[in-house]
């Protein structure tokens, strides 16, 4: 069981801010690898990370930066579980991929800081 929520929890309430200004950052298996992605008070969509945080935060109000994960291959004989699929050995050209997404993510989490979470959100979610 993720229990992400707690942690998470525990920050919020230390430092005293709004959930709707919390701003988390985590993998996603339904957006293709390298992709990144910008959301606000959407449902966790099965990750366990985040339902965690929606659990204990008793809200879904908070931004999310999405990084895509999600396999190459759309055969769902040759698709893992998640579990194995998100804990395996990345390879040379998928380890590329995630630093160069990583940046991406800096970048896009530097320009809402910037110019707020909606012009990112126009900007980066293409």
Same mark, same amino acid.
Do not use: A, C, F, L
């Given at each position: 069981m993720n229990e992400s929520g707690k942690s998470v929890k525990k920050i919020v309430l230390s430092f005293k801010f709004q959930v709707s200004r919390l701003w988390v950052v985590h993998d996603d298996i339904d957006l293709p690898l390298g992709k990144i992605k910008i959301s606000i008070g959407k449902s966790s969509a099965g990750h366990k990370g985040v339902q965690s945080i929606i659990r204990e935060l008793k809200t879904k109000d908070f931004v999310r930066f999405r990084?895509?994960?999600?396999?190459?291959?759309?055969?769902?004989?040759?698709?893992?579980?998640?579990?194995?699929f998100v804990l395996k050995k990345i390879t040379k050209e998928e380890?590329? %991929?995630? !630093?160069? @997404? %990583?940046? !991406?993510? @800096?970048?896009a989490i530097e320009f809402a800081l910037k110019n707020g979470i909606e012009k990112a959100m126009t900007k980066y979610n293409k």
């Open positions: 990084i895509g994960i999600k396999q190459r291959t759309e055969n769902k004989e040759q698709r893992t579980e998640v579990e194995k380890e590329k %991929i995630v !630093k160069d @997404v %990583i940046k !991406k993510t @800096v970048g």
